[in-house]
Every structure is written in structure tokens, then in C-alpha cells.
């Protein structure tokens, strides 16, 4: 028990706001490279593959996010 809760204060210490910050970080990120490419095909190719990255980038911090949220919740359902 003492274990379980030791875990469930672990996870309910990580700050949502910090995630929530690098996950707009990363989308602003998105939204520029997108907007660079508007009207010049010339940088499209280079551009492209930066948006792939940043992309990976915004699905892995949005993936761990969640990830945190269900266990949180699964800590909290088996705790009761």
C-alpha cells in the first residue's frame, strides 16, 4: 500500500501545466514550419521533413501525456 501510494504521489506531482506548455511549444512549432512553406514551393522539400519532426515531436509529448493521465487515474481507481 505504502508502495502504491508513493507511486501516486509521483505521478500526481508532474505538473500538467508544464506538459501542456511544451505541447503548445511543439504545435506553434507546427503551425510556423506549415505557414513558411505558404508561397514558396522552393523551401517545400526541406520543409517537409521538419514538419515530419515536429509532428513526432507534438505525438510523443501528447502520447506521454495521456499516458501519465490513465495511470494517474488507475493509481487513483485502485487506491480506493
Given at each position: 500500500?505504502?508502495?502504491?501510494?508513493?507511486q501516486?504521489?509521483?505521478?500526481?506531482?508532474?505538473?500538467?501545466?508544464?506538459?501542456?506548455?511544451?505541447?503548445?511549444k511543439?504545435l506553434?512549432?507546427?503551425?510556423?514550419?506549415?505557414?513558411?512553406?505558404?508561397?514558396?514551393?522552393?523551401?517545400?522539400?526541406?520543409?517537409?521533413?521538419?514538419?515530419?519532426?515536429?509532428?513526432?515531436?507534438?505525438?510523443?509529448?501528447?502520447?506521454?501525456?495521456?499516458?501519465?493521465?490513465?495511470?494517474?487515474?488507475?493509481?487513483?481507481?485502485?487506491?480506493?
Amino acid at each position: 500500500m505504502i508502495r502504491l501510494l508513493s507511486q501516486r504521489n509521483l505521478i500526481m506531482a508532474q505538473d500538467p501545466t508544464k506538459k501542456g506548455e511544451e505541447a503548445a511549444k511543439a504545435l506553434q512549432k507546427v503551425i510556423e514550419l506549415t505557414n513558411q512553406i505558404a508561397g514558396n514551393a522552393d523551401a517545400l522539400n526541406d520543409n517537409i521533413s521538419e514538419r515530419i519532426e515536429a509532428c513526432e515531436d507534438l505525438k510523443k509529448i501528447l502520447k506521454d501525456a495521456q499516458d501519465a493521465q490513465r495511470n494517474s487515474y488507475k493509481q487513483w481507481r485502485a487506491s480506493d
